[in-house]
């Protein structure tokens, strides 16, 4: 097991969250991960790290693996001009992560609170939720309600869209 994804799971065992664990070759897309999640019985999504036009605000957009996201839809209902994927250098300085790797957990090492969390709407419904513990090679499934309380706990501004 990683540094990355031991420090997830202590966050987690700290929050009294129980969570299973998947192994699966690396993978660098939702797609690509869609092959391994045949038996995970979860809502899986994909996690999107963008920033603003000028650079100053960046964002986790979080989705349903098979959704397509308007990037412009996103931003008129966050309040923020023009999206763009933010780079590799900035996704390391936010979430400590590589691409390939972007997950909701990379918010544990977002300790000034920069990054504001824009989560689908449609995924309040999922009963267990799915996601990479920073790392590319395991897929993490926990309950929806157990996810918002890691949400809680990072303190990140979270806002609900319609994607």
Not at 66 to 88: C, E, H, M, W, Y
Not at 112 to 127: N, P
Request: charged letters at 20%; one cysteine or more.
């Amino acid at each position: 097991m990683t540094t990355l994804e031991q420090a997830v799971h202590t966050r987690l065992e700290a929050l009294g969250i129980p969570f299973e664990r998947h192994e699966h070759p690396p993978v660098a897309t939702a797609e690509e991960a869609g092959r391994h999640w045949a038996g995970i019985v979860a809502t899986h999504c994909k996690n999107l790290f963008l920033r603003n036009q000028k650079g100053t605000r960046h964002y986790l957009v979080i989705l349903e693996h098979t959704k397509r996201a308007n990037l412009r839809a996103v931003a008129d209902q966050i309040g923020d001009g023009k999206l763009s994927f933010a780079s590799p250098d900035r996704l390391m300085t936010h979430l400590g992560v590589t691409p390939g790797s972007v997950s909701p957990f990379g918010l544990i090492n977002d300790r000034e609170r920069h990054v504001r969390v824009a989560i689908d709407r449609d995924l309040k419904s999922a009963d267990r939720i799915s996601f990479h513990p920073n790392i590319n090679t395991v897929t993490l499934t926990m309950t929806y309600s157990d996810f918002q309380k890691v949400l809680d706990a990072c303190g990140n501004t979270v806002q609900y869209v319609t994607v």
